[in-house]
């Protein structure tokens, strides 16, 4: 099976701009996780979407948004981009999101660099 | 808010010597995942602890989950360069937050041969 893959892996962005920014999950799972990753903050929880439906949500502003296709992929979104949000931004797939029970499959992530 | 406490952040150590990071809780954890994530790369799936006391070990890799299951740690036995990375402690959320991982900030690990 092929793991989950994220587009792009590298983006450079000016303040104000906005990006969007894709991941695919591994065939059959349903379940898309993101998570900004800092060397300030570490892995920081953004959003969660399973059958297109955000089932949970970390303490980020409204800039940041996502949605999830019918085809579970996703794609996150962040309008207005601020210098700190420069980060590394990874999904994770999982088959039904049951953190309690089920591995999370990270992908490669994006590297947004923000001038 | 629930949080995920990991030491040390940094770890130096010579090639052969073992290794140590240790993970806590602030609330009862289900499950307890450990994650390793090379320089570059991204965080990978080491394994996943459920029981109280649980102890699993992968070659020289040995991971603990507390018997109040608030806490964990990983240890590697007689480090080799292949073990360089930062290693990720994750717990699950509760209730609202179900469906969710916390993470701890992790350690680094460097090995000099």
């Known amino acids: 099976k092929a793991g989950v893959t994220q587009t792009p892996r590298y983006l450079i962005k000016t303040r104000g701009q906005q990006v969007t920014l894709s991941c695919s999950p591994i065939?059959?799972?349903?379940?898309v996780s993101w998570y900004q990753q800092t060397p300030g903050q570490g892995l920081q929880f953004l959003f969660e979407y399973f059958s297109e439906t955000q089932r949970n949500k970390g303490n980020f502003p409204g800039r940041f948004s996502g949605r999830q296709f019918s085809n579970s992929r996703s794609e996150m979104n962040v309008s207005t981009l601020e210098l700190g949000d420069s980060a590394l931004y990874l999904c994770?797939?999982?088959?039904?999101?049951?953190?309690?029970?089920?591995?999370?499959?990270f992908g490669p992530g994006t590297r947004l660099l923000v001038l | 808010g629930q949080q995920v406490m990991q030491i040390p952040q940094y770890q130096h150590v010579q090639e052969g010597e073992d290794f140590t990071t240790y993970c806590n809780s602030s609330t009862t954890l289900s499950n307890i995942q450990w994650y390793k994530q090379r320089p570059g790369g991204h965080p990978v799936f080491l394994i996943q602890?459920?029981?109280?006391?649980e102890v699993k070990k992968q070659k020289r890799l040995t991971f603990q989950f507390g018997e109040a299951k608030k806490n964990s740690s990983l240890h590697i036995t007689a480090t080799q360069t292949t073990d360089v990375g930062t290693y990720f402690c994750?717990?699950?959320?509760?209730?609202?937050?179900?469906?969710?991982?916390?993470f701890g900030r992790g350690t680094q690990l460097t090995v000099w041969p």
């Open positions: 602890l459920v029981k109280s006391g």
């Open positions: 994750a717990g699950p959320g509760r209730g609202s937050t179900l469906g969710r991982l916390y």
């Open positions: 065939s059959g799972h349903r379940s």
């Open positions: 994770a797939s999982s088959s039904t999101g049951a953190v309690t029970l089920e591995t999370q499959y």
